[in-house]
């Protein structure tokens, strides 16, 4: 992948608007979306050499509905709900496939709808090849992250999405041998050669086995937290082409395997968990499930991104930004932000992590002049982790969020953290200019 000496996305990320200067940055006119975008893929391509990593794609809108009155209206778009001015965004988030721990932002796509677009039945939206629909994002972004993956010398890729990516054309193009899917299934599609569809095939499966997880409560579902079981079913499918891609050229059937993970004896009128998984990856067995299963459920890391980077943390849509373009800047750089709190929660117990996956030498000369003054008197207020490894970094920059620092409370969380990387950097920066 090309370098980008230009623009070093950690080295602007660090002084999260401190400065004057870094606004002047997001408002130039001279920095491109896509050198951005390039330099947060440059960062996770360092880190995935000899690795089976997860690409977990997701969107989410960034709704600027509240700043309509006084942003600019050049690149004013509308989202979800065709009223709110916003944009989307849609990046792959990239985990170790053996530890699930945050490796970078593979890549990013960035759009709007314009604010008179026309509905799907005026554009005939269901015959309009996959590349004029707005989800040809979920086929870009695996190509995209490809590219930067197997340029970093990535051992094997599994790109995960949610329901909306169940796609054809996805699983007929993305696959080969280094490049897997994984995807929740959206549409009870018919099956070569089989009376029955996909749901009813995997029903009539035997059963694998079973396995228990726990359930946070969740009030909308009116569920209160329990233990699950789960009953586990698999089979190789061979998914018919829909008709109406027939004139497309795609292959009669693509070859996959299903899985099945069903609730049972659950509490009465509660709806069961009830995942159904599509993949590449062979599933023949058990423990084959159990592993894609947990992939899968690995997903939640990048709506832990997309918490970060709005309310939970850096709290992004509440800019004082005026133009759209600049506040899509800001939203990468912010991503970049969001994904180092994550490295931290994931990394804050693990003292073979090394702190420069997440702090460059400067930084962690810093945190160790800094040390001191978070450190309290007695043994337990001490840093307990080895200078050097993320667990140490990390308890510094929850110290400066205000965490308590004893090791019997509940670990710190990702608003701590951002509140801590905030009070860092601008320590940081205060450190960088007493040093010339």
């Not at 870094?22 to 947060?40: A, D, G, M, P, Q």
């Not at 949610?162 to 280094?178: G, Y």
């Not at 490295?343 to 040390?371: H, K, P, W, Y």
Request: aromatic fraction near 8%; hydrophobic fraction near 40%.
């Amino acid at each position: 992948m090309q370098k980008h000496q230009s623009i070093n996305i950690r080295q602007i990320s660090r002084n999260w608007a401190e400065q004057m200067a870094y606004y002047r940055f997001l408002e130039n006119e001279n920095v491109t979306l896509s050198e951005l975008v390039s330099s947060i893929a440059d960062e996770c391509q360092l880190r995935v050499a000899e690795k089976h990593v997860l690409a977990i794609s997701d969107s989410s809108e960034i709704n600027l509905q509240s700043h309509v009155g006084r942003l600019s209206p050049f690149g004013l778009g509308v989202v979800g709900n065709n009223t709110d001015v916003g944009f989307y965004i849609h990046p792959t988030l990239v985990l170790d496939g053996e530890s699930r721990f945050p490796l970078g932002l593979s890549t990013l796509k960035l759009w709007s709808r314009e604010i008179d677009h026309a509905d799907k039945h005026e554009r005939g939206y269901k015959n309009l090849p996959i590349e004029e629909k707005e989800s040809y994002k979920w086929l870009a972004s695996a190509s995209e992250s490809h590219k930067c993956l197997s340029g970093g010398r990535a051992k094997m890729v599994t790109h995960i999405g949610d329901r909306e990516s169940d796609l054809f054309e996805a699983f007929a193009t993305v696959p080969n041998k280094k490049n897997h899917l994984l995807i929740r299934a959206c549409q009870d599609r018919r099956l070569l050669g089989q009376s029955l569809s996909l749901y009813g095939y995997l029903s009539q499966q035997p059963c694998e086995g079973t396995y228990i997880i726990n359930v946070p409560a969740d009030p909308r579902r009116n569920r209160m937290a329990s233990e699950a079981m789960l009953i586990v079913r698999c089979g190789r499918v061979k998914i018919q082409r829909p008709d109406k891609l027939n004139v497309f050229g795609y292959p009669q059937s693509v070859t996959l395997y299903a899985v099945e993970a069903q609730e049972i004896q659950l509490p009465a009128g509660q709806e069961p968990i009830h995942w159904r998984l599509l993949t590449t990856h062979e599933v023949v067995c058990l423990e084959q499930a159990l592993r894609v299963i947990q992939w899968y459920g690995w997903r939640w890391k990048i709506e832990q991104l997309f918490a970060t980077l709005k309310t939970a943390g850096l709290n992004l849509e509440a800019t004082q930004l005026e133009s759209v373009i600049a506040i899509q800047r800001l939203t990468i750089l912010a991503l970049s932000v969001a994904v180092r709190t994550l490295q931290m929660v994931e990394g804050r117990d693990n003292t073979q992590l090394s702190a420069a996956l997440t702090f460059c030498e400067q930084q962690q000369q810093c945190l160790g002049v800094i040390q001191s003054s978070v450190e309290g008197d007695t043994q337990k207020l001490q840093n307990p982790y080895p200078q050097g490894c993320l667990p140490w970094a990390t308890w510094i920059i929850a110290r400066l969020g205000g965490w308590s620092g004893y090791l019997s409370q509940r670990p710190p969380g990702m608003p701590t953290l951002v509140r801590g990387l905030r009070q860092f950097e601008s320590i940081f920066l205060g450190w960088k200019l007493a040093q010339g």
